[in-house]
């Protein structure tokens, strides 16, 4: 059960080291445009790699040739530079390089192999393939694992996906620094109960992967629908607009009860008061419709309806 620890979580300064076939140290670049580095689980091929934009100049494009390292500073992963291309529009060199496990993609296994211990057949048969320079054997995981299934003959690279796949084993071409040396290991995260997911252990299962955006949809949603098969009920509006309008009845009433709390008219004020002097019950009076004129105006001769704004959705 080993640990490991992801160079892209950890704080620092960091660098890309050049190396070449030998992995002899060619250079170390200290900036760059833009970097893409994945560091995977157990997939590895059909996958993108890293990405690596550096300013264009003819120093950098001899220096960054196919088939040399990119290693960034603190990781165990180094890459292998698969293309290195000028875009002369944005002056920039686009560097595309894939995971150095990608090596057992060149190595084939012509047997047909059911019913064996997983760690150590796929390290025969890493060990058996023809010699790749500073490719040899990591730290035995001690994984009591078997594979039930059948493999068929292929690359070493689709042999050891399928397998570690079905079993949920990690495996990786590590890169020693100081040994100069590229380490084949098998290995099986030790994961923390107490943590849900952390992307340097790779603990996800059942999920499907993509790297385009062809299957994505373009999910919208508009105001004033409702999904199936609920059917949102009637609601008034007015020509134009998409507001709810009250009804007039709604609005007699409160006037009505607006009416029902004004003080008394100067006519009930006589009948109910002989007493009162005529001058004081014609100010009454006045005062009584000038109430009436402003809290209840004059009908107009015939109804008309006004729009009104629209409600923010």
Known sequence: MAERTSTLTAGGHKSICVYDGQLNLLARLESWVSLVWPERYNVYSGVQGAQLELHA???????????????????????????????????????????????LDERISTQTLSGFAVESTLRSLVSGAAAWPGLELGVLADLADAYTG???????????????????????????????????????????????????????????????????????????????????PATPALPG????????????????????????????????????????????????ASRWARWWPPASPAPTSRQRPALPV
Not at 71 to 99: F, N, P, Y
């Open 57 to 103: 100049s003819t120093d950098l494009q001899a220096l960054c040739r196919p088939d040399r390292y990119l290693w960034l500073t603190g990781s165990d992963r180094i890459m292998r530079i698969c293309s290195a291309q000028a875009d002369s529009s944005e002056h920039k060199l686009v560097i595309s390089a894939k995971d150095a496990a990608c090596i």
């Open 150 to 232: 059948e493999v068929k003959p292929g690359s070493l690279l689709s042999i050891a996906e399928q397998v570690c796949q079905e079993l949920d084993i990690g495996f990786r071409v590590r890169f020693d620094q100081q040994a100069k040396k590229l380490l084949f290991e098998l290995y099986r995260p030790k994961l923390d109960p107490n943590a849900r997911y952390a992307p340097q252990y790779g603990n996800l299962t059942g999920l499907t992967y993509t790297e385009s955006i062809t299957d994505y949809k373009n999910i919208v949603t508009v105001a004033g629908t409702a999904p199936s098969p609920w059917v949102p």
């Open 241 to 288: 607009g998409n507001c709810i309008w009250t009804p007039p009845a709604k609005r007699r009433r409160t006037a009505r009860r607006r009416r029902n709390i004004w003080p008394p008219c100067g006519r009930w004020a006589s009948r109910n008061s002989p007493s009162t002097p005529a001058s004081k019950t014609s100010a009454s009076r006045q005062r009584a």
